[in-house]
């Protein structure tokens, strides 16, 4: 049974809307089938028992997983490599999956893995000539219908439509200098899951040259934990729910997981959207934590962090109202772990400057890239440099406020100080081949 508790103040949501939320999330089967553990091996050299191999002809196709959406790669006796990037995917149902991958080849290598929508998995692996190396991470699957009710599904966005976090299968991207593969071996497993429901600051940006800090968050984690990042463009903590978003979380969440919420962005903007800080939107959250802590989960929250807005002295103005305080409010009030990404965000920008700050959003001339027509000018939407620091920010709030996802991070990360960013000059990431001069719902 789903308990769940109300607290109306004398302004704020009526309570026919809040059982609105709660119906429109509470699972109609709580129930979860696991898959049994088998594991999909793929290999580029001669396949042993149980393996596969691998072949350029070797092809992804409903009934069999292999290349997909870009040209094979080559194959040589020992891996599967290409000078540019090359997709692996299979079908998959709804679930979350442990991906060994042994990188490297005859050649020297410079890999960069990414899962779904530009999941950062892997981070420049360098490899020399005749090297390997192992890396294992975990990737979430899912698809548009709900679990438990499946003529009931996620109201997709057009953008979202055929994207990759949203298709009955598992996508890897191999990118970088001379990307090298020897296998692939893929599993399901059942490990504590972190849920994010946020906006186009935090969802998996599928298109260069846009990206956001959830889709970075992975590579800083270990193989005891799995990200689904449902954050989506436009969402305000209100729409997640009437688009049946925060319903598909709780049709899985369960007993160890965590749910981390980011909002603000959208909720601020005037017209029949508009989300009132100091009533509708915490009276929402209170019901988020609620629906959360009822399938024994964990809350966290974030605040929203800063747009690229600085006054004359170089300080960054503070646009989003009164979201971040009211996220902090309930944080103090429900005693839950805070990310205060609003606070340390205003550190990292006004570190950057203001010219400093064009290379982490989407600043950049007509032409930059192909088809691009028209000068790209956003100083809402990050790119991969401002999405990377930005999930450099969540790493450190976690470890510096103990938060209960520090024993899932990797060991040995680089000191971060937001007043002393990395460099942007030192920084790069192999970009995917996929573009997009549309700006992301939300600004």
Not at 129 to 147: D, G, L, M, W
Not at 168 to 187: C, D, M, Q, W, Y
Not at 419 to 440: H, I, K, V
Request: net charge neutral; hydrophobic share 40%.
């Amino acid at each position: 049974m789903l308990h769940l508790r109300f607290q109306l103040p004398a302004r704020g949501l009526s309570a026919e809307f809040l059982l609105k939320i709660v119906l429109l999330s509470a699972p109609l089967c709580t129930t979860v089938t696991m898959a049994a553990q088998n594991t999909a091996s793929y290999t580029c050299s001669k396949a042993r028992h149980g393996e596969r191999q691998l072949t350029a002809a070797t092809r992804y196709g409903a009934s069999s997983a292999g290349w997909d959406l870009q040209a094979s790669p080559g194959i040589d006796s020992s891996a599967c490599s290409s000078d540019a990037p090359f997709f692996f995917s299979i079908a998959e149902p709804d679930g979350n999956y442990q991906v060994t991958v042994v990188l490297g080849g005859s050649q020297p290598a410079d890999v960069t893995v990414k899962a779904e929508s530009r999941r950062l998995m892997v981070f420049h692996a360098v490899l020399a000539a005749k090297e390997s190396h192992t890396y294992v991470f975990n990737v979430n699957v899912r698809s548009a219908p709900i679990a438990g009710n499946p003529a009931n599904s996620v109201k997709l966005k057009p953008r979202e439509i055929g994207a990759l976090d949203w298709d009955e299968k598992l996508t890897l991207e191999f990118n970088g200098r001379h990307p090298s593969v020897r296998s692939i071996a893929i599993k399901r497993i059942n490990l504590p899951t972190l849920y994010i429901a946020g906006d186009s600051t935090v969802v998996d940006q599928d298109k260069e040259p846009w990206a956001a800090w959830g889709q970075m968050l992975p590579v800083f984690l270990n193989r005891n934990i799995v990200v689904s990042n449902q954050a989506e463009s436009g969402e305000t903590i209100r729409s997640f729910v009437g688009e049946r978003r925060l319903p598909k979380i709780m049709s899985t969440i369960q007993p160890g997981d965590y749910l981390m919420i980011q909002f603000g962005h959208n909720d601020q903007k005037p017209g029949n959207g508009y989300v009132p800080a100091e009533t509708m939107f915490k009276d929402i959250l209170h019901s988020y934590i609620d629906q959360a802590r009822a399938h024994g989960a964990t809350v966290l929250l974030v605040t929203p962090m800063n747009r690229r807005n600085f006054d004359a002295d170089g300080h960054i103005k503070q646009t989003l109202g009164d979201y971040p305080q009211a996220l902090r409010d309930v944080a103090t009030q429900e005693k839950l772990g805070l990310l205060d990404l609003n606070a340390m965000s205003k550190t990292l920008f006004e570190a950057l400057g203001p010219e400093g700050t064009l290379h982490a959003f989407v600043h950049y001339p007509a032409n930059t890239f192909a088809d691009q027509k028209d000068e790209l000018k956003d100083d809402t939407h990050f790119n991969a440099y401002g999405a990377y620091e930005l999930a450099r920010c969540i790493v450190l709030a976690i470890q510096q406020r103990h938060l209960v996802l520090e024993k899932y991070l990797v060991p040995h990360i680089p000191p971060f100080d937001p007043a002393q960013p990395d460099p942007f000059e030192g920084f790069s990431m192999p970009a995917s081949p996929f573009l997009s001069s549309a700006t992301p719902y939300g600004r």
